[in-house]
């Protein structure tokens, strides 16, 4: 199977990752299972929807998470987050080349709200320490459930982002905001709205992922190493700097001073300067990444 | 709590603060030392703009005042739910206020985080929890979002999540909740402007969230499937 979108998260990983070369933390044997499901007379998994481990990519030792989009939307429990925590708590150890995340997620896990809420906030804590250390986290957005709530924050904590077309990434679902605050302000039928609003191609244009690739888990496996190689050559910039982050903030702002009156995506990419916006969703990814790599924002 | 009222309680050596559309800055004295400021009021639905604006406040204490300890005072009903936010990507922008808060605790600056009114998931997550440790007044509502919502994305029935919530702090909103779950370090009472100098005096980089889940009881696995996985083992 090529297709990065259509795999579950252990074929991703044994599609991005060097063959034979992973081995899991706490596997389904032991079956660590969430403790508050059962009480709700939901079914549980026993991976809790996401698979950890170390293994190699393209010979480096890396430390990977996958989270399992199939269980309950990639959703982060206690013991889901728990086991991504303690990753990235273990690179500190470990200290690979690399930790790379395989995110797909809605977010924090309804059914055990608090504790997810908390766990996300440990996460992003733990990831952040792990740039302090000087090792890359490379975080990889190509799923069906895209990376939304709690995990798209996490997802831009990372050193860099790779997205395919069809992946998303965003804070609320649509069908939230709609709930919220009406169908006028967010029509979460509206598919081609959707994916204008949090899709690949419009992140790649806003400069919040560095690469787009097509979907396929080899174009993932090479955006992963370019960008951990990115990582390296530029090791000062791993961890967080005042600098870095000033820079962030008037690369935010700017974006907000531009765009802020957009109605629509289709407006930014026409202010961005591209001549055939409404044109864009129809290109292949290379196509799209060949007519916009000099016109997209970047920090 | 209104915020006019909180900062005459926690600053009796006074303050500055300022709220312009919902967010809070300015400085304030506690025991003598100058900290500085960040929150938001009236239950501030926490958009681009205003998530900017914290973050600006945290790199200008950064860059200018080295060591000034930072008071984080929260009130919100949570991300703001438009389109507007999430076409410009607001997650981007909620990620570079937790981590401009990370910097800051990573360069030794002293942070903590007080919820004076309300907090919900992500206007909470990228602010009092990333703090080096979080309190909450006891009318606090905690929460990521209410029952009735809950019953209808989890398809669990109203009656049953309230039932539920009354014996287990996973479902259910509110500081004993989150003190149980550890996510909250205590529930003050009393003197604020004590509680809040002793809490800056105690503040500690180090996040140990997951061990006070477990030893108050709220949360049994998280610290051990963390340990489990940082040794490869399975959890005690």
Known sequence: MSSYLEANARERLHAVLDAGSFTEFLPPELRIVSPHLGQLDAPVSFDDGIAIGAARLFGEPVLVAAQEGGFMGGAVGEVHGAKLTGLLQRALLDRPYAVLLLLESGGVRLHEANAGLIAVSEVMRALLDVRTAGIPVIALVGGSNGCFGGMGIVACCANAIVMSEEGRLAMSGPEVIETANGVEEFDSRDRALVWRTTGGKHRYLLGDCQLLVADHSDAFRQAALDLAQECHANAGEIALTLEALEAEQHFLQDRVDAFGAAADPLDIWQKIGIADAANLPMLEADAFVAATAQLRRRP | ?236
Request: charged share 15%; proline share 6%.
């Open chain 2, 1 to 236: 709590m209104d915020w006019i009222t909180l900062a005459a309680q926690l600053f009796p050596g006074g303050h500055t603060i300022v709220e312009q559309d919902n967010f809070l800055t300015g400085t304030a004295q506690v025991d003598g030392v100058t900290v500085s400021i960040i929150g938001s009021s009236g239950h501030a639905p926490i958009g681009v703009e205003i998530a900017l604006m914290q973050a600006q406040t945290i790199l200008t204490t950064l860059r200018n005042f080295p060591q000034r300890p930072i008071v984080i005072l929260v009130d919100t009903q949570g991300q703001r739910l438009r389109h507007r936010d999430e076409m410009l990507g607001i997650n981007s922008y909620m990620a570079h206020l937790g981590k401009c808060i990370a910097l800051a605790r990573s360069s030794g600056y002293k942070i903590i985080g007080l919820v004076y009114d309300q907090a919900l998931s992500g206007g909470f997550i990228t602010s009092g929890l990333m703090a080096d440790a979080c309190y909450a007044l006891p009318g606090a509502t905690i929460r990521v979002m209410g029952l009735p919502a809950m019953a209808r994305i989890t398809k669990v029935p109203l009656e049953r999540l309230t039932e539920l919530a009354k014996s287990n702090p996973v479902f259910a909103p509110g500081p004993v909740n989150y003190l149980q779950m550890g996510g909250i370090e205590a529930i003050w009472d009393g003197d604020l402007a004590v509680q809040l100098a002793q809490a800056l005096q105690d503040a500690n980089p180090v996040d140990r969230r997951s061990a006070a889940g477990l030893q108050r009881g709220g949360r049994s696995q998280a610290l051990p499937v963390a340990q489990a996985v940082r040794a490869n083992d399975s959890p005690a």
